[in-house]
């Protein structure tokens, strides 16, 4: 038979080991702040579990108290954790209130009524509460998303089960007899179990942080650092896939590529940093003029593209002039004089014969655009399709890679 004391002493050790981890995570990755929540407890469990080791050692029953309500409140420390992870938040008002109910409880069935079966009662469901309602976060479609979620979906339900069992052989009194000191075997095993499922759902939390992490680095490996949108690598990405689909669908897609009106001027007069805050003004104002479904990308120095889905030849005009007018608008101080920001956009339209080879259609663009270059600057071009095979002029001029 498992003495209490000892499976205390296995908390103490574990969450103590787990706590240590979440702390190192915590200071690599300050931003991610669910990992504040779950290494606040498992230091709270650890806390808890140094009570529980004074029970049967002094003469007192505030250890037995003290103990069961700091892993209630590590089990509430948890849960906010999981909301945080989600976006959402629970209220601090609802774990304090909820651990000093299942601490009241805890000293009436030890101080006015001893009933050992009563106090596992509600101190399963005191547990059981707050790991139940992280259940429809998990388990929701955006949950099932990442691995570790399932994981910890899969865990909990386990604890949760086990609670059940646990509170139910309590009640009708299986295994034998219990004591403050003393589990029966059944019920160690119970806690043992815990124990292990506690251990695995902080794994299965670990799971979780590295997969949101890794996608943040991958979104990052994907923006423009000057200006905050999309960059050439997500631009390729986002047309190789629009090309699959619209050869699936036969939907056609819209490309503008666009090119700054004597950018290289305004960096040999005024500056880079000019230079930069016009790129940065520009694509502020051209991504206002965009859907939300359009991707807008720097292609490269002053060179930038959208992708726009589901758009014909016509609309993608129409966009270009919406661009052209707001770029209009656009003027900073460049020492005594002002520099105004201008822009020429060529306009196509993906057809069958680009097929899967996005480099035609940007191809296509870039001649439209060096039309209106040529026309005068400061205005669109379109490239009408044909299914005819792209003459010589048009094959690509400016790789994106």
């Keep these: 038979m498992l003495s209490v004391p000892t499976l205390w002493v296995v908390f103490l050790i574990n969450f103590l ?18 990992a504040r ?10 806390l808890g579990a140094g009570f529980g080791m004074l029970r049967g050692v002094i ?13 209630v409140l590590a ?67 955006s949950g099932r998303r990442n691995p570790g979620a ?21 009640i009708i009194g299986i295994g034998g007899e219990l004591s403050v ?45 000057l200006t905050g949108i999309a960059n050439r690598r997500h631009l390729l990405q986002r047309m190789a896939a629009q090309c699959q689909r619209s050869m699936q669908t036969g939907e056609p897609f819209t490309v503008l590529a666009i090119d700054l009106d004597g950018f290289k001027a305004i960096n040999d007069g005024h500056g880079h940093a000019a230079g930069d805050e016009c790129l940065r003004r520009f694509s502020r104002a051209a991504q206002a003029r965009l859907r939300s479904g359009d991707l807008f990308a720097r292609a490269g120095g002053d060179e930038f593209c959208v992708v726009m889905p589901a758009t014909t030849l016509r609309e993608g005009a129409m966009v270009a002039r919406h661009i052209l007018e707001e770029s209009r608008t656009l003027s900073m101080q460049g020492g005594d004089e002002a520099i105004t920001i201008a822009a020429s956009i060529g306009v196509a339209q993906w057809t069958p014969h680009i097929g899967m080879h996005p480099d035609r ?6 001649a439209a655009l060096y039309n209106a270059k040529k026309l005068g600057k400061d205005r669109y071009a379109v490239h ?18």
Excluded at 24 to 34: I, L
Excluded at 79 to 97: C, E, I, K, P
Excluded at 361 to 366: E, G, K, M, Q
């Design 181 to 225: 000191v003393d589990f029966n075997d059944f019920q160690a095993t119970l806690v043992l179990m815990l124990v292990f499922l506690s251990m695995t759902l902080n794994f299965s939390f670990l799971l979780m942080a590295i997969d949101r992490l890794r996608s943040e680095v991958e979104g990052l490996a994907l923006i423009d650092d």
């Design 59 to 71: 003469d007192t029953k505030v250890p037995l108290i003290a103990g069961g309500g700091t892993v």
């Design 361 to 366: 259609l940007i191809a296509a663009a870039d």
């Design 17 to 34: 080991a787990l706590g240590l981890v979440w702390t190192h995570v915590m200071r690599s990755y300050p931003n991610f702040t669910p």
């Design 75 to 141: 089990a509430y420390l948890i849960a906010m954790g999981v909301f945080r992870f989600y976006g959402q938040h629970m209220s601090w008002r609802l774990a304090l209130g909820a651990t000093a109910a299942c601490i009241a409880g805890l000293a009436f069935f030890l101080l006015v009524i001893d009933s050992m079966m009563m106090r596992i009662v509600i101190y399963s469901v005191a547990q059981a509460i707050p790991i139940a309602m992280t259940l429809p976060l998990m388990l929701s479609r």
């Design 37 to 46: 929540y779950w290494t606040a407890a498992c230091f709270v469990v650890s």
């Design 150 to 170: 399932r994981m910890a979906a899969t865990v909990a339900i386990m604890m949760l089960l086990v609670y059940v069992v646990r509170s139910g052989a309590a």
């Design 384 to 401: 009408e399709p044909t299914s005819e095979p792209l003459p010589p002029f048009l094959e690509p001029v400016r790789k994106i890679a």
